[in-house]
């Protein structure tokens, strides 16, 4: 199946500072990558749409200028979390459809936990 | 109402046991629905699409009730290695989100 590889993998922070998580889709262009989050024993939480070439589209109640995204190629996304926070500790997760076949699922990302003290 | 709703369990079940699962969704547009499978602190990773006719992979067997919005999951002789949440997934028209219910936490026990 497709690949999709995150990274850093874990990551701890100090509170304030912004931590920059990259997506990649190794074997495959996406145009649309999905930002999703999840917290201990919780769903998977979309965050964002992630567009190659233009804005990304966010869910309600998820503040853009907090969780940057930045789609500049087909194989790149990026989650910058600014500034920081304890309660923004999570484990963040990307993931693509591969459009050249399948029924339209999702492939993952490792994920990034990411912990602020 | 949650979009997709999944009972959270946990299941507890011994090795060979079938086991169940069931997922609602709240939107009659969804077009595409999936089950997929997450390991303690992992990713998800696909287990497998689901068909309105139905589909079995193996010991997993998925089926789709459109009328009544709902998908299902069934395991057949239950394996310590099936220990893990499944998640039901359910996209929308044009495939552009994809939803996914809380999980279902299955241990199997020898």
């Known amino acids: 199946g497709a690949v999709v590889s995150q990274h850093p993998s874990w990551v701890i922070c100090k509170s304030g500072t912004s931590v920059k998580i990259e997506c990649r889709s190794l074997?495959?262009?996406?145009?649309?990558m999905f930002w999703y989050r999840q917290f201990p024993k919780q769903s998977l939480m979309l965050m964002a749409t992630s567009n190659e070439g233009s804005k990304a589209t966010y869910e309600q109640g998820v503040e853009k200028d907090k969780f940057l995204i930045n789609h500049a190629s087909l194989t790149l996304s990026t989650l910058t979390v600014t500034s920081a926070h304890p309660e923004d500790s999570s484990f963040y997760i990307c993931?693509?459809?591969?459009?050249?076949?399948?029924?339209?699922?999702?492939?993952f990302g490792e994920g990034s936990r990411l912990t602020v003290l | 109402r949650k979009e997709v709703e999944q009972d959270p369990g946990p299941f507890n079940v011994p090795e060979g046991a079938t086991v169940a699962f069931n997922c609602t969704y709240s939107?009659?547009?969804?077009?595409?629905f999936f089950w997929y499978r997450q390991d303690c602190r992992k990713e998800p990773k696909l287990l497998m699409s689901?068909?309105?006719s139905g589909n079995e992979d193996g010991r997993f067997t998925a089926q789709l009730n459109r009328a009544s919005q709902y998908i299902s999951l069934l395991i057949r002789d239950s394996k310590l290695s099936d220990s893990a949440t499944y998640l039901c997934a359910v996209q929308n028209t044009g495939g552009f989100k994809t939803i996914f219910g809380a999980g279902t936490r299955l241990f199997v026990k020898a």
């Open positions: 689901v068909y309105s």
């Open positions: 993931s693509a459809r591969d459009h050249r076949g399948g029924s339209g699922e999702l492939f």
């Open positions: 074997d495959f262009q996406a145009t649309t």
């Open positions: 939107n009659s547009a969804s077009q595409s």
